[in-house]
């Protein structure tokens, strides 16, 4: 079974700081790990994702993580946010090719209030 | 079309109603999942498609919950005799290829349902 936890529900920030948001995950196989955005009343968006290879994963809109295995932890950063980036943020992971498992487990989200 | 469509994007049953949610996939995507959202919570798993085939269906939460995609293309969720725990945001998603590999998820806007 695949879990993720997101222990930090809101962060609030000011513009132009940066930001870090956590995320730590369980799995007894081996995983790919994801970040989604949600933006007020409109659809999940793909940030970034980790799939093998180097451990900092560079996405859109600034952002970017970095897959730490021995910690089990997959924290997505970005030195200055916007007013724009206020928005909704989940943590995800699936199963790596070899396991078979097809979905995605999502974390419980952490929401971003970026204040002027 | 542009994006994955979602319908009823809102829809107020009362307890005991049927309920149908649909789906209009991005055109070509093979990959057909649906998620719940409750109230401050990330997506939860209901139910996987390849094709018209329901490969996954694990996360349907009692057997009131079914779900089709007969021509591979356009999905419907149905909920029958609708409960009040059933309240959440129905997320459908797509992808082009196999999806829990690469992460590489589309989704809607959103079924909102309300079970009064």
């Known amino acids: 079974a695949q879990s993720v936890t997101q222990l930090d529900s809101q962060v609030p920030v000011f513009e132009e700081a940066p930001v870090e948001l956590r995320c730590n995950y369980s799995?007894?196989?081996?995983?790919?790990l994801f970040w989604y955005v949600q933006y007020p009343n409109q659809g999940l968006q793909l940030l970034l994702k980790?799939?093998?290879?180097?451990?900092l994963v560079k996405g859109i809109n600034g952002f970017e993580a970095e897959f730490n295995k021995s910690q089990t932890s997959f924290h997505l950063r970005k030195p200055s946010v916007h007013i724009s980036d206020t928005a909704e943020y989940f943590c995800?992971?699936?199963?790596?090719?070899?396991?078979?498992?097809?979905?995605?487990?999502f974390g419980s989200g952490t929401r971003l209030q970026v204040q002027p | 079309g542009a994006g994955v469509s979602q319908s009823p994007r809102y829809k107020v049953a009362k307890r005991g109603q049927d309920v149908a949610l649909r789906c209009d996939p991005i055109?070509?995507?093979?990959?057909l999942f649906w998620y719940q959202q409750a109230l401050g919570q990330g997506p939860e798993f209901l139910t996987y498609?390849?094709?018209?085939?329901?490969?996954?269906k694990s996360g349907l939460p009692s057997d009131r919950f079914f779900a089709e995609r007969p021509e591979g293309s356009v999905s419907t969720l149905k909920i029958q005799r609708t409960q009040q725990e059933d309240s959440a945001v129905y997320l459908c998603?797509?992808?082009?290829?196999?999806?829990?590999?690469?992460?590489?998820?589309?989704f809607g806007e959103g079924s909102r349902l309300t079970v009064l």
């Open positions: 998603a797509s992808s082009l290829g196999l999806a829990g590999i690469t992460g590489e998820l589309f």
């Open positions: 498609f390849q094709n018209e085939a329901q490969l996954d």
């Open positions: 980790y799939l093998s290879g180097s451990t």
């Open positions: 055109s070509g995507h093979v990959s």
């Open positions: 995800a992971v699936s199963g790596a090719m070899d396991t078979g498992r097809r979905a995605l487990t």
């Open positions: 799995s007894s196989v081996s995983v790919y």
